[in-house]
């Protein structure tokens, strides 16, 4: 990154090629900058801050004040979420590098958090039928990062009897104006902000767009909604934050996906359906996962890891790079890979617990299947949920794969190399797991 958008990031020099499909003449990998307005602004804008002013301030005080101001609400009513977002504040002011940019987007965010959770404890106390709704054999994707698991999640999201998160929720669960059940020009309100944010990351970061396009009216990731549990699987991912990332580890999240619950209730009060979620961090926390939706049905993508975590690491350090200074591809390398070792242990650890109610908790499907014949492999999907795969949802389906080819948003180039990876070791290291599930190599 150039100096323009902070220093260039450590070890993005010598980290190899970024052209997945030509091993031998591709340019050393590098992380791309900002567009030069952005680089011009950033260096105003740093000028400014060395004065002291127009740095934005990550302290717990005046992040609640912010959120409080957002909302005119105060009560929190339970604060335990107070410990995870100390500990989050405290790994993002000294240990991720934050430029500029990122320290305003991560404020902004977990203002946002803050301003939910006002607002979900004032909806509850208005309108108590929203804690009693029933959260009634819910879909969840858990796979790996780069499985298949955007492209499952939104074949399954034409069915409208299905109901995903869509990203303008992602950004704000709650209604932002007054506690109406079906308001318009609220729910308008909220998706302009998300296509004002879907806007800006298409021109700061083309190449991370390619790689997961983030669009306002597409189903997401129930990340966003883990976020405001301050169990955010996205910091612990993109950013160096060794200190945030050991506390996640070390504690249960059952009390964090109780709250995840709470938040799918507010959305199926807002638009009721059978809800279908996905994030790659409940493969990491299904005991948790299942404790809160005892009836949940789990879909767990597979493909080769040596695809898998080079892939993942591409698309963590464009993300990282949108934040920090200090982005190390081979550091990212070296905590994507442990982090899809640990998940799968975990993963496979409770799903061994389950013994025979596994088969019929959680249904395996292989990246290289859902490529070759997704249609046999949506047939299998709905017959493990019970439902019937109708016309109407398959012809809606193949539009939205005519309509979203891969590439569609451009091609994204990565090699295992440029991320301090070697492929030898990411085959042995997930052997067993490749054994287990019968993983075709690519």
């Not at 060395?50 to 957002?70: F, H, N």
């Not at 389950?354 to 395996?364: E, N, S």
Request: one cysteine or more; a positive charge.
């Amino acid at each position: 990154m150039s100096s323009a958008a902070g220093p260039a990031p450590r070890g993005a020099a010598n980290a190899g090629s970024a052209n997945a499909g030509s091993a031998r003449g591709a340019a050393p990998f590098a992380i791309p900058p900002f567009p030069w307005p952005v680089r011009a602004g950033l260096a105003a804008w740093r000028a400014v801050a060395r004065t002291g002013l127009a740095r934005p301030a990550l302290d717990e005080a005046s992040i609640v004040a912010a959120a409080r101001r957002a909302t005119g609400l105060h009560s929190f009513v339970d604060e335990r979420f107070r410990v995870r977002m100390r500990q989050l504040l405290f790994s993002l002011e000294e240990e991720a590098g934050l430029h500029l940019l990122g320290r305003a987007v991560v404020r902004a965010s977990i203002v946002r958090a803050l301003a939910c959770r006002l607002r979900l404890e004032n909806l509850c106390d208005l309108h108590p039928e929203i804690g009693a709704l029933p959260v009634e054999a819910p879909v969840f994707i858990a796979g790996l990062q780069r499985t298949g698991t955007t492209k499952l999640h939104r074949l399954l999201a034409c069915d409208p009897r299905l109901r995903p998160l869509i990203s303008a929720e992602g950004l704000n669960p709650a209604p932002l104006g007054r506690p109406v059940r079906d308001e318009p020009g609220e729910r308008a309100r909220r998706m302009a902000q998300a296509r004002t944010a879907e806007r800006g990351m298409r021109y700061m970061s083309p190449a991370l767009f390619a790689i997961h396009p983030i669009e306002a009216d597409a189903p997401e990731e129930d990340v966003f909604l883990l976020d405001v549990a301050f169990v955010s699987g996205a910091i612990d991912a993109s950013l160096d934050v060794p200190t945030y990332s050991q506390k996640l580890r070390e504690s249960p999240q059952h009390d964090a996906y109780a709250y995840f619950r709470r938040l799918v209730q507010l959305l199926l009060w807002q638009r009721p359906g059978r809800y279908v979620g996905k994030t790659p961090h409940h493969l990491e926390n299904l005991d948790a996962l299942l404790a809160a939706f005892p009836d949940a049905k789990v879909l767990h993508t597979h493909r080769d890891p040596r695809k898998v975590v080079p892939s993942f690491a591409s698309m963590m350090v464009h993300a990282g790079a949108m934040l920090s200074s200090s982005v190390d591809p081979h550091r990212t390398g070296r905590r994507v890979a442990a982090q899809a070792a640990r998940s799968i242990d975990r993963a496979l650890s409770v799903r061994d617990a389950l013994g025979p109610r596994d088969t019929a908790t959680v249904l395996d499907i292989h990246y290289a299947s859902l490529q070759r014949d997704p249609f046999a492999e949506m047939h299998r999907v709905y017959a493990f949920l019970g439902l019937a795969l109708t016309p109407d949802v398959e012809g809606r389906m193949r539009a939205w794969l005519r309509d979203n080819p891969q590439g569609k948003n451009g091609a994204h180039h990565y090699r295992a190399r440029d991320f301090g990876l070697d492929e030898a070791e990411l085959d042995a290291r997930f052997k067993a797991y490749r054994e287990r599930f019968g993983i075709p190599a690519e």
